[in-house]
């Protein structure tokens, strides 16, 4: 029955005093909760929306994992590989991740006006689009299994714009490689904007088979095997490393004469990873400083509670309730300010969460940020763990202030006003 004193008591004794102002400390505290935790909420979200978006990009246009056989002297030509090739490597991999041959050619884009330097990238009819058609704003994917689409082309907007190309036209391509170059007129079946400027504007998208007889390359085989799939950052350091491995075991063992190149997400695209953990660093930050905003809302708010009951704590006493009893009544009175500020926290920050993401009212300069709007990622996992966080180092706050109780005699404050 004691121990649930405390508890009874402080779901009897109301936040609000009736003293003159009574009414204002409460709202002030719960606001002041109430806007940590959503700043708190939509700074990580923000986070989580920037880390997805920028990394499906970046996988979008490379891979997580590349594989690729490398160059050595003696090689007249670019160096390629095939699937047979890579088949222990292939079935090293966990469920869901997907391995594919692809090839990428140097080339230059020209136009009667203009022209560009691009890298072409070459894929076979087992290439994941999903990435392209969500940003493909006018034209479709083509059939690349079908002989009459061998030639068609996904440019991006940016790149069309610059040499003012439109849907269907046809376009002068010279393709690069042993000192000389082909040329290829091929057609435009697509655009694309992923407002991703410095992929936009050097990455086409087109067939393998056109890419093999450019390159006069075995239909077999591929210059890259581009895996996908792996669930997250840690795992395809993970895979990496071991795939690296396992091709080097292959040449101490005799079984390759040629070395390959394993390169992940993270090496590839290191610029922008690094950008993102500064993200991380701003976020932590921030968190930091309203933490502590929500724990001085906090402190004073107990203050505030004891200084105005100041004559109940005294009646409390005189009845016999000890100091450690009137604490833990006025610090569960103070976590029921924090309960209602975490709840109006959570419903507008999750509002606004979801507004956003589902209109991106807030936009966002493409050149500087690659999004044209403002991303939010709801993390659920992150949602329970802050709100579980706030209210532990609340309590944990709230104990020692909490202490001034003992400091109240019973004869002096059973009067106080």
């Not at 090293?92 to 020209?110: C, E, H, M, W, Y």
């Amino acid at each position: 029955m004691m121990k649930d004193l405390p508890v009874y008591l402080a779901s009897r004794l109301p936040l609000r005093s009736r003293t003159r102002g009574g009414t204002t400390g409460v709202v002030v505290a719960v606001t002041g909760i109430a806007l940590s935790v959503i700043v708190m909420l939509i700074s990580i979200s923000v986070m989580h929306g920037f880390r997805n978006e920028i990394r499906s990009k970046i996988i979008g246009f490379d891979s997580q994992i590349t594989v690729a056989p490398r160059p050595t002297q003696y090689d007249t030509e670019a160096p390629t590989l095939t699937l047979a090739e890579m088949e222990d490597v292939i079935s090293s991999l966990p469920d869901g991740a997907t391995a594919t041959l692809t090839a990428r050619q140097p080339a230059i884009v020209k136009t009667p006006d203009n022209f560009s330097g691009v890298i072409v990238k070459g894929v076979d009819t087992g290439y994941d689009w999903s990435f392209i058609r969500s940003n493909l704003v006018e034209g479709t994917v083509p059939d690349f299994s079908a002989d009459s689409t061998l030639y068609d082309i996904v440019l991006s907007r940016t790149l069309a714009d610059n040499l003012g190309l439109s849907l269907g036209d046809k376009v002068d391509t010279y393709f690069l490689g042993n000192s000389t170059y082909r040329t290829r007129r091929l057609k435009i079946a697509g655009i694309y904007d992923t407002h991703f400027a410095e992929y936009d504007k050097n990455v086409v998208f087109a067939t393998l088979p056109m890419i093999r007889r450019v390159g006069n390359i075995d239909p077999s085989r591929g210059a890259l095997l581009e895996i996908n799939g792996l669930d997250s950052d840690d795992d395809i350091s993970l895979h990496s490393g071991q795939i690296s491995a396992m091709l080097m075991d292959r040449i101490y063992a005799g079984e390759n004469d040629r070395s390959y190149i394993v390169v992940d997400i993270m090496e590839s695209a290191a610029l922008y990873f690094n950008w993102l953990a500064l993200l991380d660093t701003n976020v932590a930050v921030i968190l930091t400083l309203m933490a502590i905003l929500a724990s001085l809302t906090l402190v004073s708010s107990l203050f505030i509670l004891v200084l105005r009951r100041v004559g109940t704590i005294g009646i409390l006493k005189a009845l016999g309730a000890r100091n450690r009893l009137v604490r833990q009544t006025f610090v569960l009175l103070t976590l029921k300010l924090l309960a209602i500020g975490l709840a109006a926290g959570n419903a507008v920050a999750l509002g606004l969460i979801f507004i956003q993401k589902t209109t991106g009212i807030v936009p966002l300069d493409p050149e500087a940020y690659y999004l044209d709007h403002v991303p939010v990622e709801i993390s659920w996992t992150s949602v329970a763990i802050l709100n579980g966080a706030t209210a532990l180092i609340a309590f944990c706050v709230l104990l020692l202030p909490s202490a001034i109780i003992a400091t109240i005699k019973p004869a002096r404050v059973i009067n106080y006003e």
